[in-house]
């Protein structure tokens, strides 16, 4: 690729996105991660690194080195990972990240080490998008640039997100919608409330029951909105705890859990506003509890 001059003062990446145009911004910034972007003659890694006329740029293209190992807690895997995002199986019982009462190791933090790890310590951090739920299991996104972070929690709403879970009996019908007010005004727990107040917030939660077996049925779970501990007290509240939640009611533990995965998430990138979809099965110790569970 031919070398630019620069004519006024600009940001590197506003310079390179607007040079060369045809290249993919995911391909940028994978070449500025591994020394494939030169100012003047010298590797520059930083996005933000400042232009002024007489620069000379220049796209030197470099594949990633050998990928470093870096070992992860029993139960957490990373699904896909590109110079945005990344995007992980979150097993039950880990934090997604530390509350103020608990600083044990977060699902944010080992995976903050992988990274500076596998960039070998060209990148630092990491941004929480969403959270799951220290039982909750399943996908969760993180974003590797403080612009995807802010663009992907500005466009949430935007992104499907899809659960399932185990409850205790049954919905009175196989599909509906729960929509109502949760007060979220307490640490510990949320309370479900049909009216309206200055501490409420409203909450929509779609249901489909895909099989049931031994007292228990299975829900396909998606929401509009995203309150915290939303499914757990909405279904609570329609007299269908979720399996091993004794905070919102439940009396059954087979699964030493809470019965709760998320399954399924349709993002949108961030660089290109391309769809991408991630799966993820039941975990063994939930799918056992139906019988008729699609694993």
């Given amino acids: 690729m031919t070398p630019q001059t620069v004519r006024e003062p600009t940001p590197l990446f506003a310079f390179l996105t607007t040079q060369w145009p045809e290249v993919k911004r995911t391909k940028l910034k994978q070449w500025l991660r591994f020394s494939g972007i030169q100012v003047n003659g010298h590797p520059v890694h930083k996005h933000d690194h400042p232009l002024q006329p007489g620069d000379v740029v220049s796209i030197h293209p470099q594949k ?40 044990t190791r977060t699902a944010f933090r080992v995976m903050t080490d992988y990274l500076r790890e596998t960039s070998r310590g060209r990148q630092e951090r990491l941004w929480i998008i969403h959270r799951l739920d220290r039982e909750t299991s399943g996908l969760l996104v993180l974003a590797k640039t403080e612009e995807a972070k802010t663009w992907m929690q500005e466009n949430w ?16 019908a196989t599909s509906g919608t729960l929509q109502n007010h949760l007060d979220e ?8 409330t049909q009216r309206a107040t200055s501490t409420t917030r409203e909450a929509i939660t779609h249901y489909r029951r895909l099989g049931q077996g031994f007292g228990r049925s299975l829900l396909e779970v998606t929401l509009d909105t995203g309150r915290r501990h939303q499914i757990r007290a909405q279904l609570a509240a329609a007299g269908c705890p979720i399996v091993g939640d004794a905070k919102y009611g439940a009396s059954t533990d087979p699964a030493k859990r809470i019965a709760l995965h998320a399954c399924r998430l349709k993002i949108l990138h961030p660089d290109d506003d391309a769809e991408m979809v991630f799966e993820s099965a039941l ?13």
């Fill in 64 to 103: 990633a080195p050998p990928p470093v190992t870096v070992p992860l807690p029993k139960g957490l895997s990373i699904i896909h990972e590109d110079a945005a995002l990344l995007v992980i199986q979150k097993p039950a019982g880990l934090l997604t990240i530390a509350t103020e009462t608990e600083r």
């Fill in 157 to 172: 709403a935007r992104m499907e997100k899809t659960y399932l879970a185990i409850v205790e009996g049954s919905p009175s």
């Fill in 185 to 192: 005004t307490q640490p510990h727990r949320v309370y479900v």
């Fill in 283 to 295: 975990p063994q110790e939930l799918a056992r509890l139906v019988p008729s569970t699609p694993c």
